[in-house]
């Protein structure tokens, strides 16, 4: 049996660059098993948290920990800003990168299905370098959806798309990541209303994280439902303030 997905402690975590502290003493728990969207303003520091929360980089200050006592090592796919392609492997081998790494005969079947389910079927062939923008960071996300792992990071894994196929990303992410303890960094307040189980906003310098509501029903919620697009207003206005 699977065991369930950890949550993560964040324990007095702080990072400096150079003398001025980017956040200090950030305490937080990341709920298992839901998908917690982090927004703020640029440069706040959100892709320099979730790349600790990541192990991609050491805090200067305090720990960031699974709540199940185990590493959190071998347990996190990442999805950043960039897609990190390798351009002289095919779309397809981009997509079993990490079985091949790890000496795992690749699951061809499984890697097309998500090619299918991203709208990049007919291009499993094709180079990187043929691909638009959009595409590229779609086949990121089918190498993301490939890993099968219990936490996902993600950062603005949708900014690249045009707003429709935005939206039908968010909701298979929303439906295949479910029940996975996933952290999603977005500059979107329609996308963290449809998605989020659980919504941070990080402000101030240094930064501090407060916790916001969230829209009633089940992620992924529709478009254009009533509590969303008032949500989604409301956290436009706070961002704004
Ligand atoms: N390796 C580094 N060395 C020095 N400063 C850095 C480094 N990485 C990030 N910074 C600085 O830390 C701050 C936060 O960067 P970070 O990328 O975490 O912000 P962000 O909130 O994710 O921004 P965005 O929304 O634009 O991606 C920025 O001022 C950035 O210049």
């Known amino acids: 049996m699977t065991p369930p997905p950890p949550g993560i402690r964040l324990e007095g975590v702080g990072l400096d ?9 950030l305490d937080l728990l990341v ?18 948290l979730l790349r600790m929360i990541g192990g991609l980089a050491a805090p200067d200050y305090g720990r960031i ?46 890697a097309r299905h998500l090619l299918g ?9 094709a180079l990187p370098a043929a691909l ?25 894994p949708f900014s690249a798309l045009d707003s429709i196929t935005r939206a039908r990303m968010q909701d298979l992410a929303g439906r295949m990541l479910a029940a996975r303890t996933v952290v999603l960094i977005t500059h979107d307040p329609l996308e963290a209303c449809r998605l989020a189980d659980a919504m941070l906003l990080m402000a101030g ?21 009533p509590a969303v697009l008032s949500a989604q207003a409301s956290l436009l206005r706070r961002m704004m303030q």
């Open 17 to 25: 660059f150079g003398n001025a502290p980017l956040f200090r003493g």
């Open 205 to 225: 310098n240094p930064a501090t994280i407060t916790s916001l509501a969230v829209p009633e029903g089940a992620a992924p919620r529709p478009v254009d439902a």
């Open 132 to 156: 638009s923008g959009g595409m590229r960071q779609r086949a990121a996300l089918a190498r993301v959806l490939y890993e099968n792992r219990p936490v996902v990071l993600m950062d603005e």
């Open 117 to 125: 389910c991203v709208g990049l079927a007919d291009q499993a062939a």
């Open 65 to 110: 920990t699974a709540d199940d006592d185990l590493p959190l090592a071998g347990r996190v796919a990442w999805m950043g800003q960039q897609d990190l392609l390798l351009p002289w492997a095919s779309v397809l081998d981009n997509v079993t990168l990490g079985a091949r790494l790890r000496g795992e005969r690749p699951d061809l079947d499984r």
């Open 31 to 48: 709920a298992a098993g839901h998908m917690t969207v982090l927004l703020g303003a640029s440069g706040v520091g959100k892709t320099s």
